[in-house]
């Protein structure tokens, strides 16, 4: 049996902000505004991995209404998103994830993210993709207002 999720996150970047991308901190003038460490790949793979067993979406489980999550490391919230999809009797198939951001160029990143987030969620990284695009300076992600990114994932029945 096999189950299919999707995540959609967007941030608002500002100058004077950190920008965590797929849990790796990325030099840039302008960081992504958040309750959290507005980390959008690991929230939309949360999402994802929750959408998948229709389990609402990382703000009811994590809300930004709570002080216990106010600059949280994203990666916590991933490993405690995957520990629940984990104790419903469910494993990774894969995950895709693609990051939508003007500037930076995160290419030089992109390995050392799938290595994150697989060491994470305690898979193979063979298991994560991510990849990155512009928007050929179209829209808020275009005049780089903020970042956005989508994901994919397949879940598998544990045996």
Sequence with gaps: MMRIGYGYDVHQLQAGEELWLGGILVPHEKGAVGHSDADVVLHVICDALLGALAMRDIGYHFPDTDPAYKGIDSKKLLKATYAKIREAGWVL???????????????????????????????????????????????????????????????????
């Design 93 to 159: 198939g894969n995950l895709d994830t693609t990051l939508c951001l003007q500037r930076p160029k995160v290419l030089p990143y992109i390995e050392e993210m799938r290595a994150c987030i697989a060491e994470v969620m305690e898979v193979e990284v063979g298991r994560v993709s991510v990849k990155a695009t512009t928007t050929e300076r179209l829209g808020f992600v275009g005049t780089e207002e903020g970042v956005s990114a989508h994901a994919v994932v397949l879940l598998e029945k544990a045996s």
